[in-house]
């Protein structure tokens, strides 16, 4: 593996898991540095399709309490990551509510940084 594709791998690696100790703290302010502000989220949830955008995804996480400050212990993890030059997608499992979610994060390299610009995801129950 080459140099550049290693550091696009740590680079990608190290934005997934930003992304899954966010959601665990519930910490939107951090969310909203590595999502693209035009980022799609669509999937399974609750048994219905959901198309939600981002600013209201980032109120109803910070409406309600957080894995972490509910006493909830964290169970993120990165499934796999492919990255092909500058674009990447990451599968990544973990609990959020009372239930169990497998996200496929969407990455794009914007002039050097890494941005989540899609997630789809699907919910199942914990």
């Known amino acids: 593996m080459s140099s550049s594709k290693d550091a696009a791998l740590r680079d990608v690696t190290d934005v997934v898991e930003s992304y899954l100790t966010a959601i665990h703290a519930g910490d939107t302010r951090r969310l909203a540095e590595i999502f693209e502000p035009g980022a799609s989220l669509i999937g399974w949830d609750e048994g219905e399709l959901r198309r939600v955008p981002l600013p209201k995804w980032f109120a109803f996480v910070d409406s309600i309490p957080s894995p972490a400050s509910a006493g909830v212990p964290f169970d993120g993890k990165i499934v796999s990551i492919d990255v092909s030059e500058t674009v990447a997608v990451a599968k990544v499992s973990e609990s959020y ?25 699907h919910q199942f129950a914990a």
């Open 97 to 121: 509510r009372a239930f169990k979610y497998v996200d496929y994060l969407s990455l794009v390299n914007d002039g050097g940084q890494w941005k989540i610009v899609g997630k789809s995801y």
